[in-house]
């Protein structure tokens, strides 16, 4: 499993939805179900529509679409409802620590019952991903340059 960061305002991106993207995975030995379209936190959505189009796209090759970080930056519940993710991230900010506090429990467990109610993975709860079992990465080092 490949997760590949992208900013929202990616959806205006002609490389993105191009061929030259596709045949980059494909170059690497990647398929669609292969690889997790991750939505940073770090931008707001400008236009949701244009950007449900694009994930729309990418949904019906195949990708899955996760957002990052649920409750920081600029995921939130308006994200999250009109972007409909296949997984949401519970940030670092919230789980760490999680065993020791009670008030924490109470926002994972809230996402929990969110995703488990919708069928969108929580990632952070069951399922972990982060720099302790693997280092993030470019793109440029699967795909061999032109």
């Known amino acids: ?17 191009g061929p030259q993207f596709l045949n980059g995975l494909a170059l690497a030995g990647l398929s669609s179900i292969q690889i997790i379209l991750e939505v940073t936190s770090q931008s707001a959505v400008s236009d949701f529509s244009a950007f449900r ?9 195949g990708f899955r679409v996760a957002m990052d970080v649920v409750g920081s930056g600029y995921v939130g519940l308006r994200t999250i409802a009109e972007i409909a993710p296949d997984c949401i991230k519970a940030g670092i900010h919230l789980v760490r620590g999680l065993h020791a506090s009670t008030i924490r429990c109470k926002p994972i467990d809230t996402m929990r019952r969110f ?4 069928r969108i993975t929580l990632v952070g709860a ?16 699967l795909v061999p340059g032109p």
Do not use: W, Y
């Open 1 to 17: 499993m490949l997760v590949l960061n992208i900013e929202p305002d990616s959806a205006h991106d002609p490389e993105l939805k």
């Open 53 to 61: 189009r694009t994930l729309e796209q990418f949904s019906a090759l």
């Open 115 to 118: 995703a488990q109610s919708t």
């Open 126 to 141: 069951r399922c972990a991903q982060g720099s302790l079992l693997a280092r993030p990465g470019s793109l440029s080092r």
